[in-house]
């Protein structure tokens, strides 16, 4: 499979343009400049249309953001989620128990193994550009989206672009 059909901006052009190379790559009479040239016209109009995909997703996130619900665009509904609110549910169990729920169980500590201060500055300070930068020239193109729909691709274009 193609790494790229797996990206939400590749639609049925993308695949049309995909099929047509594959048609010029499998030809025996095809020669290295026509499979160039195949190739240049299928990574052309792919790049097109995931510039103007990303350019739209863009353009939704901003007219979210202004109207205060860029978290919707967080909010992946799952098909196993409990409707009831977790607070609820809190209430419901003390309402039945009587009493609160028991504490986490927590692990035994390894002989020689460190545990985790975390009270550590470190650990509980603010993000810095520095960190944020480096994380986000860290990330490879192409790759899948998360929960989110958000891809690589876009965060880059984004912080290029600005």
């Not at 020669?31 to 249309?49: G, W, Y």
């Not at 990303?54 to 939704?60: M, T």
């Not at 028991?102 to 520095?130: E, F, H, S």
């Amino acid at each position: 499979m193609h790494p790229r059909k797996q990206q939400p901006w590749f639609d049925s052009r993308c695949r049309e343009a995909l099929r047509k190379k594959e048609t010029v790559y499998k030809s025996p009479h095809s020669t290295a400049e026509d499979k160039q040239v195949a190739e240049k016209i299928f990574r052309s109009l792919t790049d097109r249309i995931q510039e103007t995909w990303i350019c739209q997703r863009n353009e939704e996130l901003c007219e979210m953001a202004a109207k205060g619900e860029f978290w919707k665009v967080f909010k992946v509904p799952l098909s196993n989620t409990c409707p009831v609110e977790l607070s609820a549910q809190l209430e419901a169990f003390r309402r039945l128990m009587g009493a609160e729920p028991p504490p986490a169980p927590t692990r035994p500590v390894a002989p020689g193994v460190p545990t985790p201060d975390l009270n550590n500055a470190c650990l509980n300070g603010d993000i810095t550009l520095d960190e944020l930068s480096a994380c986000i020239k860290r990330l490879k193109r192409g790759k899948s989206p998360g929960i989110d729909g958000v891809t690589a691709d876009m965060i880059k274009v984004v912080v290029e672009t600005s």
